[in-house]
């Protein structure tokens, strides 16, 4: 049983869980920035103007993104079942 290995593991779902992240609030955060440049350049101090677009754009990243991050994470979860030998021994 090697301390790398562990090092190995935790770097790997660290990554994983930055990339999830990312494939959901990167749309967000584009829509955000849009939204708030219509929002300055036309003086309307709106809340929900900037929450609901937001919203909407993060329900659908999380919708059309579903399959591939259950892929990602499946392969994570084989991937650790595998080590698992390497690890007892």
Known sequence: MEPEVFVDVIREALSLVAILVCASIIPSLVVGLMVSIFQAATSINEQTLSFLPRLIVTVLALMFGAHWGLEKMISFFNQMISL?????S
Not at 84 to 88: E, K, T
Request: proline share 20%; hydrophobic share 60%.
């Open 84 to 88: 698992i030998p390497q690890v007892i």
